[in-house]
């Protein structure tokens, strides 16, 4: 026992700049993470700002029973589970698709130049893509639907923005032109790990750049997709409303509000704090439970594990 005590101590000693280094980010954690679980308490409460969390009336699971009660809840719940797998597929496949391609252009410079302008959206503000998105769609004038008319496609503008079943797509697509590149950069970083020489074996075999791709690089950057994966997974129902909120309005309502947008507008902005806690807590559950059952998943058909 002394032993082991001894290379754990000189362990820690050889390792202390590490640890010094990291402890601003454990502590950053702590407060924002941890310490505001104390907050969860709430939701057994009703809850009133004037007095102090423990001084409280106690309530149990009202709060819950009310949120699994409400209908209003399971369309919030659709809508949450509906963007986020198709934001989830758009937001793997296209990125590595683009990386791909890029992955093969051979000039530096106008590889470079690409990955600049495909990552600058980015940086824009979701207000001014938000702007955007529906400048583009608007009947007066909108971009989309001048070039729908001017290839005859349509013979009238279509109203996108009051489409609820158009509302998901207009999201995804817009959070797809957004986010690309800058999806694509990680993905990229895998590909430069992968050996070169494999690539220069299969030049010998005969094989052509997209059967490099299909059994050389995909390979390569599987366990970054993986890890990449399981963690989106754990975010299915945690995709906040900063998107849904900028870009809907009251005509596609039954479409555009998902949870967080519902623990806003039934919550917080109705002052009742117990039941926008419950439906904090039901995310967070949900969402730990969604990354473990991934990764079990992934552990029992690969013998591998993220977590």
Excluded at 120 to 128: E, Q, Y
Excluded at 192 to 205: M, N, Q, R
Aim: aromatic fraction near 16%; glycine fraction near 6%; avoid cysteine.
């Amino acid at each position: 026992m002394p032993s082991k005590l001894n290379r754990f101590l000189k362990r820690m000693l050889q390792n202390r700049y590490l640890y010094f280094m990291s402890l601003p980010f454990v502590v950053w954690i702590v407060i924002f993470s941890y310490v505001p679980i104390w907050g969860w308490l709430m939701a057994f409460q009703n809850y009133k700002p004037r007095f102090s969390i423990l001084n409280q009336k106690w309530t149990g699971l009202d709060n819950f029973k009310e949120l699994f009660a409400d209908h209003q809840f399971y369309m919030a719940l659709r809508n949450t589970l509906g963007m986020s797998v198709m934001g989830l597929m758009v937001s793997f496949t296209v990125p590595i698709i683009f990386a791909l391609f890029i992955n093969e252009i051979r000039g530096q410079f106008f590889k470079r130049s690409i990955q600049t302008i495909s990552y600058l959206p980015h940086f824009v503000s979701w207000v001014v893509v938000a702007g955007l998105v529906t400048k583009m769609l608007s009947t007066d004038g909108g971009a989309v639907n001048q070039l729908l008319m001017s290839l005859h496609l349509i013979n009238e503008p279509v109203q996108f923005m009051a489409k609820g079943e158009w509302f998901w797509s207009i999201v995804t697509a817009s959070d797809a032109w957004k986010e690309t590149g800058w999806n694509s950069i990680i993905f990229l970083a895998a590909m430069s790990g992968i050996d070169p020489e494999l690539y220069e074996a299969s030049t010998v075999d005969g094989a052509g750049r997209f059967r490099k791709m299909w059994h050389i690089t995909l390979p390569g950057i599987r366990t970054t997709f993986m890890v990449l994966f399981i963690l989106s997974i754990g975010h299915l129902i945690s995709i906040g409303f900063e998107k849904q909120f900028l870009l809907g309005n009251p005509l596609v309502k039954d479409y555009s509000e998902v949870l967080d947008l519902y623990a806003l507008n039934y919550g917080i902005n109705l002052s009742r704090y117990s039941y926008g806690t419950a439906i904090g807590i039901f995310n967070s559950v949900v969402s730990i439970l969604l990354v473990f059952g991934a990764n079990t998943i992934y552990k029992r058909v690969t013998k591998e594990s993220v977590i």
